[in-house]
Nanobody
Framework: QLQLVESGGGLVQPGGSLRLSCTGS????????VAWFRQAPGKEREGVSS??????ITYYADSVKGRFTISKAKGTVYLQMNSLKAEDTAVYFC???????????????????????WGQGTQVTVSS
């Protein structure tokens, strides 16, 4: 069973930054489309950002555009979060979908049902 592991969450003041990491346990994410989702208490899960399997094509939710940056390097996917706000407080999950057979970049949006593999989540709390 493929497992994803998130790390990097924590407590940060408003305006601060955090960098989340998503790695595959025993496998590389190089050939996967990877996305970040978040879920705040009492709210539905929300898509945050996705990155293509190759080519580094990215997609962002309007709520984080200009503040968050998704990237992929050496089989790990990162989410750099700057200018954090209280409303960014949530459990952040990474999700992945294999895209081995594509001849070019595979781009996916932020529909959680499109992703087969999920991590356990990491808590991000933005508070003074």
């Amino acid at each position: 069973q493929l497992q994803l592991v998130e790390s990097g969450g924590g407590l940060v003041q408003p305006g601060g930054s955090l960098r989340l990491s998503c790695t595959g346990s025993g496998f590389t994410l190089d050939y996967y489309v990877v996305a970040w989702f978040r879920q705040a208490p009492g709210k539905e899960r929300e898509g945050v950002s996705s990155i293509s399997n190759v080519g580094g094509i990215t997609y962002y939710a309007d709520s984080v555009k200009g503040r968050f940056t998704i990237s992929k390097a050496k089989g790990t996917v990162y989410l750099q979060m700057n200018s954090l706000k209280a409303e960014d407080t949530a459990v952040y999950f990474c999700a992945a979908e294999p895209a081995y057979g594509s001849t070019g970049p595979t781009v996916m949006g932020l529909d959680g049902s499109d992703y087969d593999y999920w991590g356990q989540g990491t808590q991000v709390t933005v508070s003074s």
